[in-house]
């Protein structure tokens, strides 16, 4: 008997190896010349980075996310672990706002602890490199799991996770929740198979990393799909059992993320977004001009030279070139494939949504789906591409006999996508934007068409039998690859990994000024990389009453700007701005004491000294703005309403007067405190403010740190009621004389949501011992 050879022995491992080389070929050369994977170029536009990170490779505005939140937020966690602290609450961003409960930091997903181990600017570029490999292996396992071949598996895997959708939001952690959308489906469906306690441990642990990868919207598409798919594979006398088996797996995973889940949704409740969105959301859609991205990805440009109406990584639909040329045959094998007519109506319906089809306006507004966008929904269209690229590959590998009928069909398709592309190249080539792109759209058109009819060819010649399916398999694979690799390999940019938040001059002299606590307004959102700390933020969810005292809702812009960009302020989707608070009632209050502007700035407003000036920056002091810590001596009860008008119409002397949330009547006075009160932060951290006290009279301390639950004072150790003040900051009484008042957070969720994430995990690795394989 003739040994098989190896490739063929092991197959699965050679695919494995595939999918991890393939995104070595883009993660790793950046590491071994000392760069790293991040859009760190956009701070290159703003002061004070302009004058130490070059604009090369050119900022794209539509990676800056990744710049101003998501890459600092992992600078950090690295820094605090290394420390000990496990970062339940963020300081430097909102005046505070919740950092663990904030579901996107994706503090207990495994690959957010690399920065913990290694340097940021090295992690990040190995989390990108390990997410890719994630999604390609687990699109790979669900294909398998179906029962495709090894080749045609491959090529699914490699369409979903190079294409434009999943390259585009890489760096976010929507990408993370993709790892576990083929996961889902695939454990999903071994569980119908070979039901038992272990099947559910499996399905029920992938729930809970979905939900611990740090974007709640997209685990929570992915349990609609998988729960549709579980509902419409389940048929005969087992269904109900089946069915059963599902929703427990499903509870139990959520029940394990409990110690997650819980602050997220009190964060969620308290937050901007909700409040918003909970009234209201705008349905967006992108146009249907936008298809033609599935044949000429670069049609609206990319960066610097973007001229859509959204981003690239919501415009752009390409997954190959592949999909598009074997459409009519992958839709052919996947009514015929069990599973395949589910994965066709999630294409047409999620095409149907992002491409906003009459009547499915309302599915933006369903319960839970609102917190969410049908903008994000491209990555559910493109995974469902993958397979069926998938399903048309393998139907072609099993062709028996020439057939004719689908030539026809073939060519027919072919003539269209050539006509509708070059209509739309026809009808946009005009535009003054898209005259400038560096690559033409008539280059593309070149590019595409050169592309889509060899693929074209080479089906028809297997369709015909002139060629064998078997040996056209692999070259299928090999092209798909090729259209794919160019862009995967260069859309997110390489810089120096100095360049990675390297700090200036102006920075340090914020850091020397303000180690006493007070807050900096600069540009950006990444104080907490150098430890300054700022009253604006951006963070998706925005603590709602920082946000109500500031001013109107919106982002600061010119009172000008677009239509589309105010409804966007109005769902609560933009950050709070410095632009906002400069002109906001409470610029003073909320303890801006430096501000950086570009060089050269004048005086803008009375109060205001110069204490820097220097080519990456113009450093004021603000004379008038008021110490984090204070005091006052007389207290006022208002309900909301009254505060948000009162502090609107600046009627209130917050030197002398607080206003207090939550009581009736009179809160107090004793006058003002003499002139040796004083108050004093002498202790600060994540999770705990301490000050030294002193006032001659009964007296207030107000902490411009934003009330949140779960936070608790102390006065010299007791326990003391824990006022909201002013709307969203913090306060206690004192008895004259000097005090030591403490603030500590204590989630009381975070607590609960622990026991409840320990049973159940004691509960998953009992069914895994004692489970059948």
Known sequence: MTERPWWRAYPDLIATACLFLTAALIFAPPLMLGMTVT?????????????????????????GDIAQV?????????????HGIVPLWNPHAYTGAPFFGNGQTALLFPLTWLPVVMPAAIAVTIISWLKLFGIGLATYW??????????????????????ATVIGWLQ??????????????????????????????????????DLFAGYPQGTLQGLIVATAWALTRCAGAAALEFVASYAAAVALGLALTAVQLLPFVEYVRESLVFAYRGQWTLPLYAPATSAVTFVMPYFYGTGAESWGRWQFNILTGYVGILPVAILPIAVLAAWRRPGGRFILGLAVLALAVHYGAPGLAALAELPGLSLGTNLRLMPLVAFAFAALVAFGVEWLRDLGAPHPGLRRALRIWFVLVVVLTFAAVLAHQGEPRARALSLPLTAQYAIALAALTLATVLIARVLAGRVAPGQATLVFALIQLATLLPLAATYNPSIDRRSFYPSTPAIEHLQRATADGSRVLMPGHVGLVYGLFEAHGYDGLTPRRIEEVTGPVGTGRAP????LENILALNGSEPLSGARLWTSPVLDLVGIRYILLPPGTPTLRAGLTVVYDAPDGRIFRNETALPRAF?????????????????????????????????????????PPGSGASARITGQG??????????????????????????????DGRATRLWRANHAFRAVSLSP????????????????????????????SVMLATGRS
């Open 39 to 63: 859009p760190m170029t956009v701070l290159a536009d703003t002061f004070p980075w302009r004058a130490v990170v070059a604009r090369e490779p050119p900022p794209n505005a539509a990676l």
């Open 70 to 82: 998501f890459h600092p937020w992992l600078i950090w966690i690295g820094e605090q672990v290394r």
């Open 142 to 163: 669900f294909l398998r799991t179906l029962g495709l071949s090894p080749v045609p598996a491959l090529t699914g895997a490699w369409t979903f996770m190079l294409s």
């Open 172 to 209: 976010w952690t929507l990408a993370t929740t993709l790892i576990f959308l083929p996961a889902l489906l695939a454990a999903t469906e071994r569980l119908r198979r070979a039901p038992g306690r272990r099947a559910m441990a499996v399905l029920s642990l992938i729930v809970a990393f």
């Open 560 to 563: 000008h700007a677009g239509l």
């Open 631 to 671: 005091l006052v001596g007389h207290g006022r009860c208002v309900d909301d309403a009254e505060a948000r008008r009162l502090i609107a119409g600046r009627s209130v002397d917050f030197r002398t007067e607080v206003l207090l949330a939550d009581c009736a009547g009179s809160a107090g006075s004793a006058g």
């Open 686 to 715: 994540p999770h705990a403010v301490e000050i030294r006290a002193v006032t001659d009279r009964p007296a207030y301390l107000v902490l411009t740190d934003t009330w949140y639950p779960g936070w608790t004072a102390w006065v």
């Open 737 to 764: 004389g000097e005090h030591r008042v403490e603030f500590h957070y204590e989630p009381t969720w975070l607590t609960i949501g622990l026991a409840i994430s320990g049973l159940s995990l004691a509960g998953v």
